[in-house]
């Protein structure tokens, strides 16, 4: 499905097969197809076998393989990796080392093909960077060399550890452990469509038809937009009314130490229009459960509530310009590719001059904020 998909979106046949012939392989040709699943047009693409039987391969039989091809060096590398990781699945699932490991139904000629197939597609339409949306794995039972085994198949679930996976619509196998480890070793992130200018769309066709969607593997190739840099953070909050105020600057201080992005203080009224306290922590999502501890241990709350954010941000750089009285550091911000939109002298640099030289803060900001501008007209702010 993803040599049909890329196929789709442009990738010429006959460069495929030139790229594939470098390995020493044989006993296969390549079908491709255009086919309709329900109403959507795609390509397919079948590895036919000219040999039937196919042995059973350890790592080191298809490391050989890439190894003795005429593969570009990058190539080879990506093929290895993915190969490396289906072995360790395998590994894993059956409590074997890596040496002892059979493909068995991956080593054949048609999963080599497949992924090296991959990595070549990707490398001659130019691909330098691939996201993912959340993997749907299917549901029910798969029938494998082993025997029966639940969808997920074990090696697959390995191979999923740690990415976005769900199970909807179809009773069937969705996603084969040769196309997780394909996935989960090329993409770079998993979730949502980025922003992109789309250039091409492909669709790959799958084999089975399932009555509850159109078995396609869909490819958008395109060119990033420029944007706003985002992240997600993790928001904790807490009201207190019955805390000495003298305790908040060393609480500020733990919750900055610990990672904290920024802590706020606001005033609220609560129930019977009691005077509190709500303390509000930006984390990161790797911090939160730390951060709310030190809420816990630190205030008289007896709860913390935390919940996920989506940030959008300004592209920030740092740079030091000089004023009549010595070094300040500025920071500047910028919207994607966008000229510069933010200029902001640092407030604990402006201060060590001001205490240094007796010059009044207002100015040294002020000098620090013309030589900036001027400096961003020129052109000659940091680069990125």
């Not at 749907?136 to 990415?163: D, F, M, Q, W």
């Not at 207190?240 to 919750?255: A, F, H, Q, S, T």
């Amino acid at each position: 499905m993803i040599l049909g998909a890329l196929i789709d979106a442009g990738l010429a046949q006959e460069r495929l097969q030139a790229e594939l012939a470098k390995l020493p392989l044989s006993g296969y040709t390549l079908a491709v197809r255009p086919v309709k699943k329900q109403g959507i047009r795609g390509t397919k693409v079948d590895v036919i076998l000219t040999q039937e039987d196919q042995p059973a391969r350890h790592l080191h039989d298809i490391e050989t393989i890439i190894d003795s091809s005429t593969l570009e060096a990058a190539i080879k590398e990506k093929s290895r990796q993915i190969f490396y990781r289906l072995a360790e699945a395998e590994a894993a699932v059956h409590q074997q080392p890596l040496s002892r490991v059979h493909f068995h139904e991956v080593g054949a000629v048609d999963a080599i093909i497949d992924v090296v197939g991959a990595v070549c597609g990707l490398s001659l339409l130019g691909v330098t960077r691939i996201y993912a949306s959340p993997i749907n794995v299917g549901s029910g039972t798969v029938r494998a060399a082993h025997g029966i085994l639940p969808v997920p198949a074990p090696a697959t679930a390995e191979l999923l550890k740690g990415k976005p996976i769900y199970a909807r619509a179809v009773s069937g196998e969705l996603t084969t452990p040769t196309g997780a480890a394909i996935i989960t070793t090329l993409a770079e992130d998993f979730g949502p469509l980025p922003p992109l200018r789309i250039a091409r769309i492909g669709y790959g066709a799958g084999t089975r038809d399932w009555p509850e969607q159109p078995n396609l593997l869909r490819l958008f190739l395109g060119t990033e937009a420029e944007q706003a840099e985002q992240d997600t953070v993790t928001i904790l909050e807490t009201n207190i009314d019955d805390m000495n105020p003298e305790l908040y600057p060393y609480l500020m201080d733990r919750l900055f130490a610990a990672g904290a992005l920024d802590v706020s203080l606001t005033p609220v009224f609560m129930k019977k229009n009691r005077p509190a306290t709500q303390i509000t922590v930006l984390a990161p999502p790797e911090r939160g459960d730390a951060l709310a501890r030190i809420l816990l241990r630190e205030t008289s709350t007896y709860g913390v509530r935390l919940y996920e954010a989506r940030r959008i941000k300004v592209q920030r750089f740092h740079k030091t310009v000089t004023t009549p009285w010595g070094a300040v550091q500025v920071k500047f911000g910028r919207i994607g590719g966008e000229r510069i939109s933010h200029i902001s002298p640092e407030y604990e640099s402006c201060r060590e001059v001001a205490e240094r030289t007796g010059v009044p803060l207002q100015e040294v900001y002020r000098q620090a904020l013309a030589a900036a501008q001027a400096e961003n007209v020129a052109g000659e702010t940091a680069p990125g």
